[in-house]
C-alpha cells in the first residue's frame, strides 16, 4: 500500500542550524503531500502541501519540494529558533474510487532545538 | 474559538466497559475523519465519512463504531475495550476528499487510558 518513510526520532539541534527531515514516500499515482507540526498536548496541524511535481510547499521559513523523480519531499529550514520544537510528519493522501481519501503518516520527528 | 470540539480531553475507563468519544466541527466541513495516535504507532488512520456516509473504514475490530447523527458530528463508539485501545483520537475535517481539496484540520484528540 501507499507508504511514507521519514526521519525518525529525535532531531537535536541548537538555534540557528539548519534544519532537514528527510520524507520518501511510496505510491501509486499522483499523491499530494504534507508536512504536518504537532506540538505537545495539541493535533497536528497543517505546515503546507504540494500536489505536483517541482511544486514548493513553504510555511514559516519551513519549506519542501515536490520531487516525483526521487519520491521525496524532504523538510528544510535554514535557520531553526527554539520555538520551532515539535514533532515533524510526512503525510501522503491517496484516493479511492468509492472510498475518498486518507492521510498516511510517516513516523515522526521530534525536533529539539537548544538556545 | 474551538474549530473542532472534541469531549473528553482526558478519559479513564476499565477493561471491558464501553466509551463514546465526542466531535464536533464548526468549519462547514463535509468530510470527517478520526485517527489514531499511540506510543507504537504513528499517526493511523480509521475512518473517514462524507455526508454522514461511511466512505473508509481500515479498522479490524468492529468494537469501533463510528456514528453520525449530524453532518457536523462524528462520535466514536469503542466497546469492550482493551489496553491496547490505549492511544490518542483525533477527529479531523476537510471541505471535501478530493484531490484538490484542503488538508484535513485536526482536533486537540481525546487521550484514552485503559486500565
Known amino acids: 500500500g501507499d507508504s511514507v518513510t521519514q526521519t525518525e526520532g529525535q532531531v537535536a539541534l541548537s538555534e540557528e542550524d539548519f534544519l532537514t527531515i528527510h520524507c520518501n514516500y511510496s505510491?501509486?499515482?499522483?499523491?499530494?503531500l504534507f508536512w504536518y507540526v504537532q506540538y505537545p498536548g495539541e493535533g497536528p496541524q497543517l505546515l503546507f502541501r504540494?500536489?505536483?511535481?517541482?511544486e514548493k510547499g513553504s510555511s514559516r521559513g519551513f519549506e519542501a519540494t515536490y520531487d516525483k523523480g526521487t519520491t521525496s519531499f524532504h523538510l528544510r529550514k535554514a535557520s531553526v529558533q527554539e520555538s520551532d520544537s515539535a514533532v515533524y510528519y510526512c503525510?501522503?493522501?491517496?484516493?479511492?474510487?468509492?472510498?475518498?481519501?486518507?492521510?498516511?503518516f510517516g513516523k515522526g520527528a521530534k525536533l529539539t532545538v537548544s538556545p | 474559538d474551538p474549530k473542532i470540539i472534541q469531549k473528553p480531553k482526558y478519559l479513564v475507563a476499565v477493561t471491558g466497559s464501553e466509551k463514546i468519544l465526542i466531535c464536533e466541527q464548526y468549519?462547514?466541513?463535509?468530510?470527517m475523519y478520526w485517527y489514531r495516535q499511540s506510543a507504537k504507532k504513528p499517526l493511523e488512520f480509521m475512518f473517514s465519512y462524507s455526508y454522514q456516509k461511511l466512505m473508509d473504514n481500515q479498522t479490524a475490530s468492529s468494537r469501533f463504531q463510528p456514528q453520525s447523527s449530524k453532518k457536523n458530528h462524528l462520535d466514536l463508539q469503542i466497546t469492550a475495550l482493551k489496553p491496547d485501545d490505549s492511544a490518542t483520537y483525533f477527529c479531523?475535517?476537510?471541505?471535501?476528499?478530493?484531490?484538490?481539496?484542503?488538508?484535513?484540520?485536526f482536533g486537540e484528540g481525546t487521550r484514552l487510558s485503559v486500565l
Open positions: 503525510a501522503l493522501r491517496t484516493m479511492q474510487q468509492g472510498t475518498g481519501s486518507k492521510l498516511s
Open positions: 468549519l462547514g466541513h463535509n468530510a
Open positions: 505510491a501509486s499515482g499522483y499523491p499530494t
Open positions: 479531523a475535517s476537510s471541505q471535501g476528499q478530493g484531490r484538490n481539496n484542503q488538508a484535513p484540520f
Open positions: 504540494a500536489s505536483r511535481d517541482k
